[in-house]
């Protein structure tokens, strides 16, 4: 995948990424609006589409609680949740800038999050593409022993998240 870093610290910094489209100073981004952003989380990756003004809509599914999450608008903070942040470039998006962002925006609240199915990055691909489509799923039915290891890695996320949010019975119920 064609993905870049880019800096989310206090330090000031600049990304040359994109030919220099977005640069990253202090603590704000300016970031092409419609772009497909990712953040590296503990065994996969989390996606969501840059709607302008410092905020993300993205498939929340378990990205923040063992509680599956619907189609939501977040600042750019939450989003990332601590992680490094990146741009996916999508050189044959269908679907580009003010036109992904209504694409996006069409289905918040929607709530029919399946791992498998209709992830953050099927949302994404659709955003863009046209499609629902998620590579790290293909990766994982492609590979068992990388599929084996990020259901690990989904399952201790989840049973870190009961932990911290009272039980995972309590999550269950």
């Not at 064609?2 to 030919?19: D, F, G, M, P």
């Not at 996606?47 to 189609?71: D, E, L, Q």
Request: glycine share 10%; aromatic share 6%; proline share 3%.
């Amino acid at each position: 995948m064609n993905t870049h870093l880019l800096q989310t610290s206090n330090a000031a910094s600049e990304c040359n990424a994109c030919n220099d489209a977005f640069h990253a100073t202090g603590s704000t981004i300016d970031l092409p609006i419609g772009a497909h952003l990712v953040t590296q989380r503990n065994g996969y990756e989390h996606h969501g589409i840059y709607v302008g003004n410092g905020r993300v809509v993205h498939y929340a599914g378990f990205a923040s609680s063992a509680h599956r999450g619907p189609v939501e608008e977040v600042e750019l903070s939450r989003f990332a949740a601590g992680h490094p942040l990146s741009v996916r470039a999508t050189p044959s998006a269908r679907y580009a800038g003010d036109e992904a962002v209504l694409r996006a925006r069409s289905r918040l609240g929607e709530n029919h999050y399946r791992l498998l199915t209709n992830n953050c990055e099927h949302f994404c691909a659709w955003c863009l593409l046209g499609e629902s489509r998620s590579e790290q799923v293909h990766c994982c039915l492609r590979h068992p022993r990388a599929g084996m290891r990020a259901l690990v890695c989904l399952v201790k996320a989840f049973v870190e998240s009961g932990v911290r949010h009272g039980g995972v019975a309590a999550q269950l119920a």
